[in-house]
């Protein structure tokens, strides 16, 4: 899963970064892995691992990892090539999620780039830069597309539905808000719309204003703008998160617990992160290694199969399944096991959340 960051500059975007690069660098399991300068990757806290090893005794725990693409700054006229934003405008186009860093907290000693805070017109202003972005696009494309129509009427559904998206666009609305047929689907993946993707909103608040988040006038406007856009707002402090992402263990709890929190912002990030994509997470678990592998709700078992190799989906047999909490409960595979509580499940199997499975398989 890939999460692409947006925002302003001097809106926190850059903290908000540093915050999710320590936390993979601290990472144990999973090492922080620079792929390039603005790509950070992080495990994904899932709880269930833990007691999973108590059970198995594995020689190394996995965690599913998430990836944050961090964009440059983004400022008015970036989709024409001002400031670094256009730079970076095509890495997002691979991400599958936005998250836009919106700043909420005053600060005389950092200058907001148009001069005084304004969540709503900050939104807007990415997502107007986001949206002429996406244009261009289109239009790239439609043109293509018109050539083509011209020796094969085939493409005709193709130019129908970007002009469709272009009406859209030059309303001002993300492409997102426009329903689609399962075929429309297949012929817009390959166009990488910005406006397209699922989109979360980071209401960046100063530490003084953490206990008060829900009466906070800044984030209010924010969560209203996200909930009247089918979208979500999680207020959080990227400075906090910052001093957070250094901490482990006892010390990381004990941070939380005298600021009042239970959970990091971070984590809940990823957490809204899974529900908006639809993702889920399957369970392995042996001596070796117990590990958490991310898929999308519905997806059938040889499908989860393939996630581990390709080789276990193209000879799938049956996959033996347990749930998790039936699992903790018995307190182990061989207790689950005799009271008929590890099913055989076959191709058509729908994987739930937390299904410790094994793969049956032969090539």
Known sequence: MKIGIVGLPNVGKSTMFNS?????????????????????????????????????????????????????????????????????????????????????????????????????????????????SDLDTIEKRMDKAKKNLKADKKYQAEVTLLEAIKKTLEEGKPARTIEHTAEEQELLKEVFLLTSKPIMYIANVSEDQLSSVATDENVNTVREYAEAHNSSCIPLCAKIEEELSALEGEEKKEFLEALGLNESGLDKVIKESYSLLGLMSFLTAGKPEVRAWTISKGTKAPDAAGKIHTDIQRGFIKAEVT??????????????????????????????????????FNV
């Open 20 to 132: 999710i690069t320590n936390a993979g660098a601290e990472s144990a399991n999973y090492p922080f892995c620079t792929i390039e300068p603005n790509v950070g990757i992080v495990p994904v806290p899932d709880e269930r691992l833990k007691v999973l090893a108590e059970m198995y005794e594995p020689e190394k725990i996995t965690h599913a990892v998430i990836e944050f693409v961090d964009i440059a700054g983004l400022v008015k006229g970036a989709s024409k090539g001002e400031g670094l934003g256009n730079k970076f405008l095509s890495h997002i186009r691979e991400v599958d999620s936005v998250l836009q860093v919106v700043r909420c907290f005053e600060d005389p000693n950092i200058v907001h780039v148009d001069g005084n805070i304004n969540p709503i017109r900050d939104i807007e202003t990415i997502n107007f830069e986001l949206i002429l």
């Open 323 to 360: 749930a998790y909490e039936d699992l903790v409960r018995e307190g182990g595979p061989n207790v689950a096991k005799e009271k008929g509580l590890v099913r055989s499940e076959g191709k058509d199997y729908i994987m739930e959340d937390g299904d410790v499975v094994l793969f049956k």
